[in-house]
């Protein structure tokens, strides 16, 4: 099939020519090139596991950049990379009972969240963040190109007057369960089916569906109940939670996955830590191989 929103070829290696040290800002240009396929002006090499030279060298601030994002240019096999990310209280809540979100963390972890729409093809959220934050989905607080918005509203309860149905800014899928599509479009943005699974739809679905639109590199923005569902069906390969000082004591929680019956059969996955302003990033790997 002929992808919707094509997007330009890349791999994980490329040559880019300079002749200084990157600061931050060509880092990141460098990456978003890297990402999408363009070219950059610095010499920047990543390797197939996600680590980064710099024959010119690199600055403090382009060091941090590459170490946090390298990784996330790496493919392996045709399957689109999937992350994710939740940015929640001590308490493990990301928003209050009465769904309020913004800001639980601090102004470098929002920017952190563009720089992950930025690098990402498609930026993926539940139904209940759009029904409580109308949010845009763009790219706005960092240099880089919107992805594809899309909205999993797996019965179709959201009414077409939220923004990112119809503010153009963007090309924009509701992914719905198959017995659920009652239109082709709402508002601007293309309605697609997927088979259910369970009480839900099947997950690897919505991520072979995105694939089928030339989509590489995944990120599952929220809510709690968004992410648990793409972890519970295997689907995430990194999930990152960003840790604030703040406790909520009550509210919506983070990741929500069936009872353990062992504290032996909890995950440990592999994490990278990140200092972020006031908050901790928590980046795990979430790979069966890893
Ligand atoms: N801190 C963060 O990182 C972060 C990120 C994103 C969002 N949030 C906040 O998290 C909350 C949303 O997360 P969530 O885990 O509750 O849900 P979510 O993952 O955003 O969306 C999925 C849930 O929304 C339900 N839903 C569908 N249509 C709905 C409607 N019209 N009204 C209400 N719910 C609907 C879905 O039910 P069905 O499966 O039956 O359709 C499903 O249970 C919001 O308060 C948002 O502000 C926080």
């Known amino acids: 099939m002929e992808p919707a929103f094509p997007l330009p070829r890349s791999g994980p290696d490329a040559f880019l020519a300079a002749a200084e040290p990157l600061d931050e800002a060509a880092a990141w240009a460098s990456l978003c090139?890297?990402?999408?396929?363009?070219?950059?002006?610095?010499?920047?090499?990543?390797?197939?596991?996600?680590?980064?030279?710099?024959?010119g060298g690199a600055d403090k601030g382009a060091s941090e950049l590459l170490d946090l994002y390298a990784c996330f240019l790496v493919r392996r096999g045709a399957r689109p990379t999937v992350f994710a990310h939740l940015g929640q209280s001590l308490d493990?809540?990301?928003?209050?009972?009465?769904?309020?979100?913004?800001?639980?963390?601090?102004?470098?972890?929002?920017?952190?969240?563009?720089?992950?729409?930025?690098?990402?093809?498609?930026?993926?959220?539940g139904a209940g963040t759009v029904r409580h934050d109308d949010p845009?989905?763009?790219?706005?607080?960092?240099?880089?190109?919107?992805?594809?918005r899309v909205v999993i509203d797996t019965e179709r309860r959201l009414a077409d007057h939220y923004a990112v149905f119809r503010d153009g800014q963007a090309p924009t899928l509701v992914v719905c369960a198959a017995d659920r599509q009652d239109r082709e479009r709402m508002g601007e943005a293309e309605v697609a089916p997927v088979a259910r699974r369970g009480e839900t739809i099947d997950y690897e679905a919505?991520?072979?569906?995105?694939?089928?639109?030339?989509?590489?590199?995944?990120?599952?923005?929220?809510?709690?109940i968004t992410v648990s569902r793409f972890l519970a069906q295997g689907c995430l390969d990194r999930l990152q939670v960003a840790v604030a000082p703040m406790i909520l004591g009550s509210g919506r929680p983070a990741l929500q996955l069936p009872p353990l019956t062992a504290l032996s059969q909890a995950l440990r996955p592999p994490t990278r830590i990140f200092r972020m302003g006031a908050d901790v990033l928590f980046?795990?790997?979430?790979?069966?191989?890893?």
């Not at 845009?136 to 594809?148: A, D, E, Q």
């Not at 919505?206 to 709690?224: D, H, K, Q």
């Open 283 to 290: 980046d795990c790997d979430m790979r069966p191989s890893a």
């Open 136 to 148: 845009r989905l763009t790219v706005r607080r960092v240099p880089g190109r919107h992805p594809l």
């Open 33 to 55: 090139a890297l990402a999408h396929g363009g070219r950059a002006a610095a010499r920047l090499r990543v390797d197939p596991c996600g680590t980064w030279t710099s024959e």
């Open 92 to 125: 493990g809540r990301i928003a209050t009972e009465s769904g309020e979100s913004t800001y639980i963390t601090c102004p470098a972890n929002v920017d952190h969240m563009h720089r992950m729409r930025a690098l990402a093809d498609a930026v993926v959220v």
């Open 206 to 224: 919505v991520v072979a569906l995105l694939a089928g639109r030339g989509c590489r590199r995944i990120f599952v923005e929220g809510g709690g």
